[in-house]
């Protein structure tokens, strides 16, 4: 099943006049801002759109399958599912003085780092621009109109470190980016993209107009090990990784922060911090330590060593961070949501995996 043509944020935007056919055309320029500039939850708070145009529509190109608030209400995560089945997952979080949206951008993900749920589960399939621009539209809409407890109405930042490789599926995410930045108004500076290391599209990302964030999931600091985590790295080694992340910097003035997920008695030796250390100097990169979160397919466990690790980055002059709890909250969700429930759905179908 599919409803493309009545799903506005399946429609270009310039194009949505055709979805109000026989309206007069300042519908499609208020609708647009319905979508964009003032997202709602439903086509019925389209206020100002006559009944008849906003019974045509089907607002969100997903159903919503599960939502999960945590962190006292500061925290909302959504499993949305597309009518093809396909699951995306976004999760709120907000802050006294912010709030990010952690968005996906592929249905799964092709490349099967060993430690990522997402990874575990392979790849489904990539997600359109308008499904990924409306994951952002649907947690601003949320913000907006049911709000977080002592988070601003506002979002502010946008990352995308939900399921997928954003740069595994370029043209789609980058006119999600150029609908968040030239639609809904927001800031390219708010806006951060992670990937494993796809080095041409790094090189790509540097010749775009915006000045997005840029992070990198390096993992280790040297090849034999990131292979055996990130299999993509026999494709673009660490090297080539490096020079496109200088490159990035160079070209776009902003510093790009590195992502290092901690696995206990892998990656949290002394030498590897050392490497990392290196790699963060030349780089000017932030480190972003992330505790992991033990998957089901994967015996690897979070490291014990988190803090000797963060302290002997920060004795080599490097800006380290741990993900701090809420951070984790993302990774958390990142993969693991779509999990839960497949492991619910296996649990179900038990019963009957015995006959024959
Ligand atoms: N594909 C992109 C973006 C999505 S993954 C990338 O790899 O960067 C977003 C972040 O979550 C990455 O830094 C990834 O390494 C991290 N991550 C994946 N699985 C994790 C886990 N089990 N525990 C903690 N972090 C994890
Ligand atoms: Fe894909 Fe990123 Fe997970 Fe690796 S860590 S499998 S690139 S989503």
């Known amino acids: 099943m599919s409803y493309h ?59 919503v399958e599960v ?11 959504w499993l949305f599912r597309a009518p093809d089945g396909a699951a995306m997952e ?6 006294p003085d912010r709030a990010t949206v952690c968005i996906s951008s592929q ?26 621009v409306a994951q952002v539209a649907y947690a601003a809409a949320h913000l907006r ?30 006119e999600a980016i150029r609908r968040i930045v030239e639609e809904m108004s927001m800031s390219a500076r708010s806006i951060t993209v992670s990937t494993v290391g796809l080095v041409p599209g ?11 964030n840029l992070a990198v999931s390096l993992h280790a600091a040297d090849d034999e090990l990131r292979t055996s985590l990130v299999p993509i790295n026999a494709r673009y080694p660490i090297a080539e990784v490096e ?3 200088a490159h990035y910097f160079e070209t776009k003035g902003r510093r790009v922060s590195i992502e290092w997920t901690l696995m206990d008695g892998v990656n949290d030796t002394d030498e590897q911090a050392d490497g990392l250390a290196a790699i963060a100097r030349r780089l000017h990169a932030h480190v972003n330590v992330i505790e992991m979160n033990p998957t089901p397919l994967s015996a690897l466990q979070p490291s014990s060593r988190i803090d000797r690790f963060l302290a002997r980055l920060r004795r080599s002059g490097v800006n380290a961070t741990k993900r701090i709890n809420r951070g984790q909250e993302i990774d958390a969700a990142c993969g693991q949501l779509r999990a839960i429930q497949a492991d619910e759905q296996l649990k179900t179908a038990a019963p009957n995996a015995d006959i024959g």
């Open 145 to 174: 109109t049911v709000g977080l407890a002592g988070v601003p109405r506002r979002l502010t930042n946008i990352v995308f470190m939900g399921m997928g490789e954003p740069l595994a599926n370029y043209d789609r995410v980058r």
């Open 5 to 63: 043509g009545q799903v506005p944020y399946l429609t270009p935007p310039d194009r949505l006049g055709d979805l109000l056919e026989g309206e007069p055309t300042y519908r499609a320029t208020q609708l647009r801002r319905w979508l964009y500039r003032t997202p709602v939850l439903r086509t019925d708070d389209m206020t100002n759109l006559p009944l008849e145009a906003r019974n045509r529509l089907r607002l969100w190109p997903f159903d």
């Open 107 to 132: 249905a799964g993900c092709a490349l099967g780092c060993t430690f990522c749920a997402t990874g575990q589960f392979g790849f489904e399939r990539h997600l359109d621009a308008g499904e990924i």
């Open 67 to 77: 939502e999960q608030t945590a962190d006292a209400g500061q925290t909302v995560k």
């Open 202 to 212: 790094m090189r790509r990302l540097a010749e775009e107009p915006w000045p997005v």
């Open 90 to 95: 976004a999760v709120l979080i907000g802050y």
């Open 243 to 245: 020079a496109a992340a």
